[in-house]
């Protein structure tokens, strides 16, 4: 426990104490996003390159604490985090084409899962399903781990929201994997976590500065790498009641809302026969912004909505593994119609606020 609580100090401190200084440079180099009126709502210009910052805390964080003398596994991170890194470092300065992004994450999903072999090899119960063919394996390894980078960065709409559900999700991961002991993946859940802590007390609102895709897609990379290791960790070693629980679910239920808004918002653009990258208004969060709640507001519901499903899902220990999903997923269901069914007579309009770049993906 000592070694994932330096982690995540280190990459805490190093965060707080720094990114005064990245705001800076961003600020005299013109790394800025421009206000807009056609579709942004902040009045000032704002760095976007946070997720240097981040990712920079975090790498830092995790090579210093790494309990293992073994780099093999932590080469494969480092190469592929790197990758994505520098692929969102320059559409936050120049653009990118989403087919080129695109190409890049699946680039790093295919390291990871045919190198480093990180993939799903089974539904460990769900709908009756446990082991699943190589092939199928592959193919949803490469699919779960592009969906989440893309999640993660799509939900970067409101000041506070990507970084905050971030944190919860990798110090949920972080707990997870510190209370089975696995230290290598509980030292880089914990030292992400820090980072997003500290990048926090900049990106809360109103914000001084944004992580931009640099960051949204680092942290999205990370998180896919903690999420498929959950999921395919040794029930064996495992006590109760870790071994009672579907650990597909949980894994779920630590990222929920990025997987939910995602998956949402890519079901309606089919439907409208447009396509998923098409950048629209339609998120979860901007439409918490319509019914009347600033930033503040916004972020708050989402974070509290993200730890109540987790709550759930823990307490969905004892059940057979397509129960505990379908559990969680009514759960899921019955929030997003409080939101916005139930909020929407009873909530006070509020003014909407600053908005980052990433608000209309």
Known sequence: MGLTLLAF????????????????????????????AQRKLHKRSIPTIGGIIIYAGTLFSYALWLPTDDATYFKYIVTTTLLIFFVGVKDDIIGTA???????????AMVLVLMANIRIKGLHGIFGIYEIPYWAS???????IVVII?????????????????????????????????????C?????????????FYN???????????????????????????????????????????????????IIYPLVDTMRVFIYRAIKGISPFHADRNHI????????????????????SSIAVIAVALLTKDLEPTYAFLVVLGFVL?????????????????????HNKHADA
């Open 188 to 200: 880089l859940g914990f030292s992400l976590a820090g980072s997003l802590l500290g990048f926090l």
């Open 98 to 108: 989403p087919i080129k992004k695109l190409g890049a994450q699946l680039l790093c």
């Open 285 to 304: 969060h901007h439409r918490l912004q319509k019914l009347g709640f600033n930033h503040k507001g916004t972020s708050w519901i989402l974070y509290l």
């Open 204 to 254: 809360f609102y109103p914000a001084k500065i944004f992580m931009g895709d640099s960051g949204s897609l680092t942290i999205g990379l990370i998180i896919s790498i903690l999420a498929i290791n959950l999921i395919e960790f040794d029930r064996v070693t495992l006590i109760y009641p870790l071994s009672a629980m579907t650990k597909p679910v949980i894994a779920i239920a630590f």
């Open 334 to 354: 019955l929030l997003v119609f409080a939101l916005f069914y139930f909020f929407k007579e009873n909530s006070e309009p509020e003014l909407l606020q600053t």
């Open 150 to 186: 893309n999640a993660f960065n799509l939900v970067d709409g409101v000041d506070g929201l990507a970084g905050g559900v971030g944190l919860i999700a990798s110090l949920a991961f972080g707990i997870w994997f510190l209370l089975v002991k696995d230290l290598v993946m509980a």
């Open 138 to 144: 592959i193919f949803l390894s490469l699919f779960t």
């Open 9 to 36: 100090f280190t990459s805490l401190l190093i965060v707080i104490f720094f990114t005064p200084s990245l705001i800076k440079v961003a600020e005299l180099k013109n790394l800025t996003d421009v206000p807009d």
